[in-house]
């Protein structure tokens, strides 16, 4: 069996490339476990098929209307839609319905932890880490600050370190600081406090 025939090649276009689509872009909003390709593959074309489904009476229509003779430049651009823009648009749509706060009860959220759904919405804060050996650090998350998402562990990079009061109020900012990173495995909780 010769996989490189046309036909072949075509089949694995329309069945396959549609639903990877769908796979990376919604890795790309929800990042999750990896997993390989043998898995994705049997995913892949079962996204295919829910795209196909789903337009299914527009293709109908425009292989029924002669489209591809009598417009064919329209033609070709309603498949690289179909093939390429479509599973994005599921994706999206997908991501408001599970997202959405009349869906909430329904399906579980996609976000996997609650760190990732609070970095996520890129707020500035004002951040007190408190450690497990008692110690406080804090200072700034803004634009230039940064935090993991899954599934790598959980760490913080503060663009601004600032020093903590006993109380854990953050009193002022460090001379010359260039922000500081803190790792999950020191982290006992995070307290944020709105950027004003």
Known sequence: MDIWQADKILLFIAFVIPGFLS???YQLIFPGTLRNASDQLIDAIA???INYALLFWVIVYVEDAN???LHPALYYLFYVFVLFVSPFLLVLGWKWLRTH???KGTAPHPTPKPWDFVFKQAQPYWIVVYLKNGNKVGGKYSDKSFASSFPADEQIYLEEA????GTGVLDRAVKQSAGVLVMASEISYVEFFHYT
């Open 162 to 165: 600032w020093i903590v009061s």
């Open 47 to 49: 996204y295919s098929c």
């Open 67 to 69: 489209v591809r003779h």
């Open 101 to 103: 706060e009349k869906f």
């Open 23 to 25: 796979i990376k872009f």
